[in-house]
């Protein structure tokens, strides 16, 4: 198998990124993601799990009286909470939040809102299903906790267009011919499906199945509504999948049951852009290996495409996705002897191969989920095992068009030529120049300052005033990053009769001046909310002649009489 290391640094003990676009988050115990999203600001948003100490007495100051209630109340305690992550373009973690729910839980899937924030997926361990819906800061603005009496677990949640959306799982069942068939379900457990507005209304909840064990996998929505639902069949003597379609209120149209001689396991389904759907499925070789089975049906059931990709090692796609040129990504696992590695495969309209990548390293590594980014790149989230470890991570990454794995940019690198496109009427006009390092240069010769003066003349001041609003949006934009923003002053090498110490003095004091001159003007000229931004990275210095403009050995006194500008970044 090809093996690609990926990069595997700590900050704060919490993760890290070198060239590569690879984040693996280090928690205590097993942990992993399962979904991933973009948002409206490009970012990247995944969900999973962690897991965390659950409140003992000490900290809740309960007293145990009964030495079996303690014990009670410390077993598994390292449970589960469902996690968000929310990463930006340079690899570096922007937010990240475990929702404080009274159960431990696990979260599944991942929607986006109309006010960029999400809705949330998951079950709680013990037997329930759980929608949250978040603010753009993941802070909960209502959750259902629902499901049966039984044990209930969610596979996927689905977002309908009406806003809304539709968690798909399986119920547990215990009946006899007495019971309620809602309420008990029709076999060892059942296909469990229930629509919420919205608004955290929940419009029904209906249950699916035969004697057998049934399980909802995975949904999509049809251009007309009705819902085409993905479903496992489990038997004692076999593995097969079923398609359902059902109407948006839930009521079955059709159902289709596809078999084969091994055993078939059901990972997701899209709607296609040409209208059809695609399912992705896993099926057992002669040597009982999982090979990728890709099905494309259409609304009315009928097979349009049916294509099994044979490999030299076991295969799953657990997620698949379509670019707009029909081109197919999908990603999940491979398997052989020794280890697993995460997999990822570009396929054409036909379900033919195009290209494959394994990325992992000598542990267990696999894909849960990708998404197709605004760029064509794609985001990909799974799980990571560090060297000698038994713990799983999460571990999220970015990936080219043609499955390369993405460069993570430099900061520095990535805001120079931000710098460059706001201020490239200003380039353009050579009235200043703009260097890798976010050095800002003032190279017009009206902006220079004349012998000996400081105060700034009327032409300098109209620059300034345009300048530092352009630079003032680029600061609010970026002030996460920015450290300092320091404006020096500079001087020519003359300064009368004067004895070296003289002259380096006297300027040293005149552009510490010319520094503070052009400083206060800017400062003075924000509304408070810039003025606060300004005063946390404001700094001032004087140069004197230590960086005074040399051509061909000569001086240029001229150009020399300055002020420039600095952007500083933190943990730069």
């Known amino acids: 198998m090809k093996y690609i290391l990926t990069a595997i640094l700590l900050i704060t003990s919490l993760y890290a990124k070198k060239s590569d676009f690879s984040i693996v988050i280090d928690e205590p115990f097993n942990n992993a993601l399962f979904d991933i999203t973009e948002d409206y600001d490009r970012s990247i948003s995944a969900v999973g799990f962690i897991k965390e100490y659950k409140k003992n007495s000490a900290s809740t100051g309960v007293t145990y009286t009964n030495a079996f209630d303690y014990l009670a109340s410390v077993s598994n305690k390292y449970g589960s909470k469902m996690h968000l992550i929310k990463i930006d373009d340079y690899a570096d973690i922007l937010l990240r939040k475990s929702m404080e729910l009274s159960n431990f839980s ?277 799980v990571y095992t560090n060297k000698d470890s038994q713990e799983s991570n999460m571990w999220i990454v970015k990936l080219n068009r043609d499955i390369s794995m993405a460069q993570a940019p430099s900061k520095i690198s990535s805001l120079y030529d931000e710098l460059n496109d706001i201020f490239k009427q200003e380039v353009k006009e050579k009235k200043i120049s703009i260097t890798q390092d976010l050095s800002i240069n003032l190279i017009d010769k009206n902006l220079y300052f004349d012998i000996a003066e400081y105060k700034l003349n009327s032409a300098q001041k109209e620059f300034l005033q345009k300048f530092s609003n352009k630079l003032l949006l680029f600061l609010h934009k970026h002030h996460e990053l920015v450290n300092t923003l320091e404006i020096s002053g500079h001087t020519s090498s003359e300064w009368g009769t004067q004895d070296f110490s003289g002259r380096y003095l006297n300027n040293a004091k005149l552009s510490m001046t010319r520094s503070f001159s052009t400083l206060s003007y800017i400062f003075s000229m924000q509304d408070e909310k810039s003025k606060k931004l300004l005063s946390n990275i404001l700094k001032g210095s004087g140069l004197s002649f230590s960086k005074k403009i040399v051509h061909n050995e000569v001086e240029e006194k001229e150009k020399s009489r300055r002020v420039s500008f600095k952007i500083i970044l933190k943990n730069n």
């Open 106 to 382: 696990e979260a599944l899937s991942i929607a986006k809102t109309p006010q960029n924030g999400y809705f949330i997926g998951g079950h709680t361990l013990d037997g329930s299903l759980i929608v949250l819906k978040l603010d753009s800061n993941a802070n909960i603005i209502f959750k259902k906790i629902f499901g049966t009496a039984n044990y209930d677990k969610m596979s996927k949640m689905l977002l309908l267009r009406d806003g809304g959306v539709l968690a798909i799982g399986s119920s547990a069942t215990s009946r006899d011919k007495h019971d309620n068939l809602f309420e008990s379900g029709l076999g060892l457990s059942d296909i469990y499906l229930t629509r919420v507005s919205s608004n955290g209304d929940m419009l029904w909840s209906k249950k699916y199945g035969t004697q057998n064990d049934d399980i909802g996998v995975d949904a999509t929505e049809a251009d007309n509504g009705s819902i085409i639902v993905l479903c496992q069949a489990n038997s004692e003597k076999s593995k097969t999948i079923e398609v359902m379609r059902i109407t948006e209120n839930g009521d079955k149209v059709w159902l289709k049951e596809f078999k084969g001689e091994k055993n078939i396991t059901a990972h997701r389904v899209i709607k296609l852009r040409e209208g059809s759907f695609a399912l992705s499925l896993s099926q057992e070789d002669e040597m009982n290996k999982e090979q990728i089975r890709l099905v494309k049906i259409d609304i009315q059931k009928n097979i349009l495409l049916d294509k099994i990709i044979h490999t030299t090692y076991s295969s799953v796609l657990n997620d698949i996705k379509e670019y707009s040129d029909s081109k197919i990504i999908g990603v999940g696992y491979v398997k052989d002897t020794f280890n697993t590695d995460g997999l990822v495969m570009l396929l054409d309209g036909r379900f033919s191969m195009l290209s494959q990548e394994h990325y992992g390293s000598k542990e267990y590594e696999g894909f849960n989920a990708v998404t197709i980014l605004h760029n064509s790149q794609a985001a990909v989230a799974g």
